[in-house]
T-cell receptor, first 119, second 109 residues
Framework: GAGVSQSPRYKVAKRGQDVALRCDPI?????LFWYQQALGQGPEFLTY????????KSGLPSDRFFAERPEGSVSTLKIQRTQQEDSAVYLC?????????????????FGPGTRLTVL | KNEVEQSPQNLTAQEGEFITINCSYSVGISALHWLQQHPGGGIVSLFM???GKKKHGRLIATINIQEKHSSLHITASHPRDSAVYIC???????????FGTGTSLTVIP
């Protein structure tokens, strides 16, 4: 597809269940970011991949959160033993480049998000 | 601690008005982003700035690195501009992003 896709779009989980959220970045994009957006709040950074390397996972809120991107394309965010406070929209974004400064190569393209509700 | 502060939180304007949304940040950055989020969640990147000023259509974004401040201006506002506008900064290491809580803009016909 032309953009970043995420699946599922909506996920309802019972407290204690494990969930896996998928992100398909734009083909060829080097950088991939995961964000968590609670209702009424701005997104918060979770983790960053450059190709298959997870360069920063400092935003993951607990060791129940795990992300991977084994082949440098599709990424999965896994949440184990979900809690009610995990309820949020999980956003994925990708960019073509791995640079940090303003450039069209470093512009982020966002997926539609996965809305996770933990009951 | 909020690394990025936006103001105002909510803004209502009449169609045609000139709008300014402000963003201040407290960390060293490599770039600042302005994002637009419509109801339903989709986020679109409007601007990415490391210095100076950028213009796209009716939107203008400026950044003052020394003052750690950026503004997003919308000229001749239109109801379709109604959305949440989010300021985000990328850390100097390049690995982390910090987001403001957003400015909810409503443009009334």
């Amino acid at each position: 597809g032309a953009g970043v896709s995420q699946s599922p779009r909506y996920k309802v989980a019972k407290r204690g269940q494990d969930v896996a959220l998928r992100c398909d970045p734009i083909s060829g994009h080097v950088s991939l970011f995961w964000y968590q957006q609670a209702l009424g709040q701005g997104p918060e950074f979770l983790t960053y991949f450059q190709n298959e390397a997870q360069l920063d996972k400092s935003g993951l809120p607990s060791d129940r959160f795990f992300a991977e991107r084994p082949e440098g394309s599709v990424s999965t965010l896994k949440i184990q033993r979900t809690q009610q406070e995990d309820s949020a929209v999980y956003l994925c974004a990708s960019s073509l480049g791995a640079g940090v400064y303003s450039s069209s190569y470093n512009e982020q393209f966002f997926g539609p998000g996965t809305r996770l509700t933990v009951l | 601690k909020n690394e990025v502060e936006q103001s105002p939180q909510n803004l209502t304007a009449q169609e045609g008005e000139f709008i300014t949304i402000n963003c201040s940040y407290s960390v060293g950055i490599s770039a600042l982003h302005w994002l637009q989020q419509h109801p339903g969640g989709g986020i679109v990147s409007l601007f990415m700035l490391s210095s100076g000023k950028k213009k796209h259509g009716r939107l203008i974004a400026t950044i003052n690195i020394q003052e750690k401040h950026s503004s997003l201006h919308i000229t001749a506002s239109h109801p379709r501009d109604s959305a949440v506008y989010i300021c985000a900064v990328r850390s100097v290491t390049g690995n982390q992003f910090y987001f403001g809580t957003g400015t909810s803009l409503t443009v009334i016909p």
